[in-house]
């Protein structure tokens, strides 16, 4: 079940026919979007997942 913002934010956006999804560190939203990336029925291979590290 998704029930926190992050994690339905990614939903309806990868439900709406984003492939690119953008996480980081600073965005606290790596863990949702890895949640929800599990959870859909879109194949991993047609999403592009970038991610930002905190360097430093």
């Known amino acids: 079940m ?3 913002r992050r ?3 990614v939903y309806a956006a990868i ?3 984003y492939c690119h999804i953008d996480t980081a560190q600073s965005y606290m ?3 949702a ?9 879109v194949p991993r291979d047609e ?3 970038t ?3 905190k360097y430093g």
């Open 2 to 4: 998704i029930t926190n």
């Open 7 to 9: 994690e339905k934010a």
């Open 15 to 17: 439900q709406t026919g």
């Open 29 to 31: 939203n790596e863990e």
């Open 33 to 41: 979007v890895g949640k929800v990336i599990a959870k859909s029925s």
């Open 47 to 49: 999403l592009f997942i």
């Open 51 to 53: 991610t930002q590290i």
